[in-house]
């Protein structure tokens, strides 16, 4: 891979900004996590690839998880729930001792543990609004909501919807299309989705209305083809990069089966990441973590 003429003013550009961000608190990542990862980076080649991950890092604080989640549960999502112009109506129902008829359920992901996914961020939207915790409950506790409190909405909540295929899994794993008839108003919100993943979930769950906070689409792809023709002015294809991060990986054992699939989870090719947690959709270049490789990211 042969990088542009101004790959060193980039390299170093990119590595100062990052860390400014750092000290400046707008980056949610300790600096010696991301000298760390950057040591291991060797030449120019290397580090000019490390430099290109950075520029395109989308870092999710939680401040801006709370921004997000007041967000959708003041805009589109409390227009989809209760069809009212007032933005607090939503929140206002979910603080209410008097029963809503809505519960919010955590997506959970088996072997995940409780930092991760729905239910961490099922807490934070509980402090975040003040939710009242009886309007929450376990997914193997709606059929038992449904029958005694004559539950009308269902919302699942969770962090990110990449495939689609976990969500899937999660609703045929507590057998949730039984319980769930035509009559329950049913509404899924990731902070963060991808287009490919919603696109999914509407072929599979008909009545299943998805309302992110956040969208990604294929132009998030790290290997995407217009960021590297504008990036290395035609120095560097998409393909090119592709191929020489696989090798990348596949030299250093980056990734789960040992480079594997060094592309993420679905091949998603993201370079994403929370304060909390990083999704497996992302390189496994950023989070992936062995004897031999430290993580930039948590996972």
Avoid at 22 to 46: P, T
Avoid at 91 to 112: E, F
Avoid at 132 to 142: A, D, I, K, L, Y
Avoid at 165 to 189: A, C, N, P, T
Wanted: glycine letters at 6%; aromatic letters at 12%.
């Amino acid at each position: 891979m042969n990088v542009p003429e101004n790959a060193s003013y980039f390299t170093a550009s990119t590595l100062r900004t990052a860390n400014s961000m750092i000290d400046q608190g707008f980056l949610g990542i300790e600096s010696i996590r991301l000298d760390a990862w950057w040591q291991q980076f060797i030449g120019d080649e290397e580090k000019y690839f490390a430099a290109c991950l950075l520029e395109r890092l989308i870092f999710r604080s939680r401040r801006q998880v709370d921004s997000a989640l007041r967000a959708v549960f003041r805009g589109n999502l409390n227009g989809a729930v209760t069809g009212k112009q007032w933005d607090g109506t939503l929140v206002s129902n979910l603080r209410l001792r008097d029963d809503p008829k809505i519960r919010l359920v955590p997506v959970i992901r088996d072997h995940d543990p409780p930092t991760k996914s729905g239910p961490y961020i099922l807490r934070q939207l509980a402090r975040t609004l003040r939710v009242e915790q009886g309007w929450m409950c376990w997914p193997w506790q709606v059929e038992q909501h449904l029958r005694e409190s004559a539950t009308e909405t269902i919302i699942f909540v969770d962090d990110f919807l990449g495939t689609g295929s976990q969500f899937e899994k999660f609703y045929k794993r507590w057998q949730l299309e039984k319980l769930l008839s035509s009559g329950i108003d049913l509404h899924y919100v990731p902070i963060v989705a991808c287009s490919t993943g919603i696109e999914y979930l509407k072929k599979q769950f008909a009545n299943l209305s998805i309302t992110p906070a956040e969208l990604l689409d294929d132009s998030h792809r790290f290997f995407q083809s217009q960021y590297w023709d504008e990036k290395t002015r035609g120095s560097i294809d998409a393909t090119q990069a592709k191929n020489w991060y696989l090798d990348f990986c596949a030299k250093n054992s980056i990734g789960p089966r040992k480079g594997k699939n060094a592309l993420g989870f679905g091949e998603l090719e993201l370079t994403f990441g929370f304060y909390h947690s990083t999704p497996n959709n992302s390189l496994p270049i950023l989070w992936f973590q062995s004897d031999n490789w430290k993580p930039l990211l948590r996972r």
